[in-house]
């Protein structure tokens, strides 16, 4: 192999600069050349690819976000857009590919793969709901992020004895809610996984009030339900002061956390070592602290990471 291509897309998160460095590194170490796509298979369906050299991939290491930007792109999901990536790729001669991205991302690559191009994946994902592996890239940014806001939130929280409603990212996962619920002591978690009834926690907060606690943390993942109906129904059944605060994208952004920096360099590393030594449709994970790579297909069919053991540790602790 004389030349592999890298693309960002769908979400972007924290790590992916740090990631491409990495491969762009282990690649050119290895004698060989490396482009990269702008805005996701949109570049690769138009052929908008830009030489990657030592120079290009310096100063980002600590950058959120992905300097070769992400993209979605419904035209990819059809076998014409497919077949216009390939005959873009086989023009530029670049002979295999390194995909960074979610579950969508994966299935496109897993689509290339297909139809004979060599790729390997990178999962890059803030809701760590890829299978087979500990964490996604940017998950423990995004976390990090997180506790620093619920954790401002709290302190003025507490100094006007008010109940605060956080909605954090995660339309299916409630990995984020319920991690950050334990990590930064919050009263509630709710998440997509688990059934809650607003009745109920209505009535535990007002004994907590009762009780002369003077503040409450409730950390809702936006596919849980309603900030807005959960915050009104709270401030109806106890009279307490509620309000809403979304953390939206602050999320996603941001410098990497040592623990992202780290672990996108590991996978940038192997997922060029796997395809300059003949792996096609894998993706990289980490497990129990080691890199591992599980072919796409597993991933894609596998059942999301199950949040058993997290939802079980956040009511032990009374999340
Ligand atoms: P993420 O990768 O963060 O899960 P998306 O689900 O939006 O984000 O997927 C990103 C892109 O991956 C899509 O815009 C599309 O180009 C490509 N993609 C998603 N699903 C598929 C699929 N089933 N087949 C081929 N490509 C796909």
Do not use: W
Not at 11 to 32: E, P
Not at 89 to 116: F, I, N, W, Y
Not at 161 to 182: D, K, P, Q, T
Not at 259 to 283: P, W
């Amino acid at each position: 192999m004389k030349k592999i291509g890298i693309l960002t897309s769908g979400g972007d998160c924290s790590g992916m600069n740090a990631a491409i460095r990495a491969a762009v590194r282990t690649a050119i170490r290895l004698n060989i050349e490396v482009v990269g796509f702008r805005k996701g298979y949109l570049g690769l369906m138009k052929g908008d690819a830009i030489p990657l050299d030592t120079k290009a991939v310096s100063g980002i290491l600590h950058r959120g976000g992905t300097f070769l930007q992400s993209a979605r792109s419904p035209e990819f999901k059809t076998p014409e857009g497919q077949q216009k990536a390939i005959d873009n790729l086989k023009e530029l001669g670049v002979e295999g590919l390194v995909v960074l991205g979610g579950d969508g991302s994966l299935t496109g690559a897993l689509a290339l793969h297909r139809l004979g191009l060599p790729v390997v994946g990178i999962p890059s994902s803030i809701d760590n709901d890829i299978p087979y592996t500990d964490m996604a890239l940017g998950v423990d940014t995004a976390l990090n992020n997180i506790i620093y806001a619920v954790d401002c939130i709290k302190d003025t929280a507490s100094s006007h004895a008010r109940a605060f409603v956080i909605e954090v990212m995660g339309r299916n996962s409630g990995y984020l809610a319920s991690i950050s619920a334990i990590a930064t002591g919050a009263e509630f978690a709710l998440v997509p996984e688990r059934e809650y009834d607003l009745a109920e926690i209505c009535q535990q907060l007002r004994a907590r009030f009762e009780e002369g606690r003077d503040n409450a943390i409730i950390i809702l993942a936006e596919g849980a339900g309603h900030a807005r109906e959960i915050s009104d129904s709270i401030k109806d059944a106890i009279g307490f002061e509620t309000r809403i605060t979304v953390l939206g994208h602050y999320q996603r952004g941001g410098a990497p956390t040592v623990f992202d920096r780290l672990l996108a360099s590991r996978f940038g590393k192997r997922a060029v070592e796997l395809l300059i030594s003949g792996n096609s449709g894998v993706m990289v994970g980490l497990s129990c602290n080691a890199i591992l790579a599980t072919p796409l297909e597993d991933v894609i069919k596998g059942e999301k990471r199950p949040q058993d053991e997290v939802l079980r540790l956040a009511e032990v602790l009374g999340v």
